[in-house]
């Protein structure tokens, strides 16, 4: 306080604070400013009586307004849910051939599906389908299992190989290797027949001497010619889609030690409407017979 001066030009005292020879001037500051400080503090405190604001120990202060915005999103969902029950009712009691028919059932599917993919199937598919080793990619027009509409609620329904549904799609291709069914060998010969039918790099005399191999061993689910049986979930071996890889390494270890994908059944998790809003989405994406 000691230092504080008048300075000579502006006639206003300093604070009392130096820094190489520049001396602060004590300026008030502008009344419109403090009146609008002291306004957010009045502001605040308001706020604070009348929202929910200030944070206890398990808990908060619920405000004298009485808003939660816990309840106003309740209440937001309640008016949407409400807004849509109607076409959720046709869903549920329509089959869901008739819902691709009907344009504005087919529109509100899609929409609702595409919002459901997101949540329970995007993990193991991919955010637009198109899969990754071990799950199928959903845009083309290969399915192990069919891809129409109904075959495509099937399989969403009831899964594949889910031990919980009895209606579930279920098949095994035989560990022809670890089950000591074919040698080494002979799984090598067999692969490499495989991939002269994918139009795949192969090894020609192998190919050959593996053509029996695989008509005594595969031909009763995949076709003589490898083109692959759906009623059995068995792929076709002749297109370039490969769910496990298209090497022939990758094909003789499928053979001599197979993977077998599970998929769980949504039909009890996620209800019918749901589950055929998901099936008519998946249909819609461009792979759907």
């Known amino acids: 306080m000691s230092a504080r001066q008048k300075d ?11 820094w190489d020879g520049i001396k602060e001037l ?14 957010t503090i009045v502001w605040a405190i308001g706020y604070c ?4 604001a200030v944070p206890l120990i398990s808990s908060n202060t619920e405000g004298v307004g009485g808003y939660s915005s816990r309840a106003e999103l309740h209440q937001e969902i309640a008016a949407v849910e409400e807004g849509r029950a109607d076409l959720l009712a046709q869903i549920e009691a329509t089959n869901v051939e008739d819902i691709v028919k009907n344009d504005s059932l087919h529109r509100f599917a899609v929409s609702g599906g595409a919002s459901a993919f997101k949540v329970y199937c995007s993990q193991c598919h991919g955010s637009g389908a198109a899969g990754s080793p071990g799950y199928p990619n959903l845009n083309d027009d290969v399915w192990l299992w069919g891809g129409t509409v109904e075959a495509i609620h099937q399989t969403i329904a009831h899964g594949i190989r889910y031990a919980g549904d009895e209606d579930t799609r279920f098949s ?28 795949l790099e192969h090894d020609a005399a192998l190919a050959e001497a593996g053509e029996t191999l695989y008509a005594d061993n ?8 490898g083109k692959g049986m759906r009623d059995l979930g068995a792929p076709n071996l002749t297109d370039a889609i490969w769910l496990y890889g298209g090497t022939i390494e990758e094909i003789a270890t499928q053979i001599g030690a197979p993977k077998h994908g599970v998929m769980p059944a949504w039909g009890e998790r996620l209800g019918d409407a749901t589950v055929k809003q998901l099936s008519v989405f998946v249909h819609s994406l461009g792979g759907g017979e």
């Open 49 to 52: 009586i009348y929202y929910p």
């Open 8 to 18: 000579e030009i502006s006639g206003v005292e300093t604070t009392g604070h130096e």
């Open 26 to 39: 004590d300026n008030p500051l502008p009344r419109w400013w403090l009146w609008v400080f002291y306004a």
């Open 172 to 199: 095994e291709m035989p560990a022809f290797g670890r089950d000591g069914i074919l040698s080494a060998s002979e799984i090598r010969a067999t692969a490499n027949f495989v991939g002269k039918l994918g139009n």
């Open 218 to 225: 595969c031909a009763s689910c995949h076709g003589e010619a």
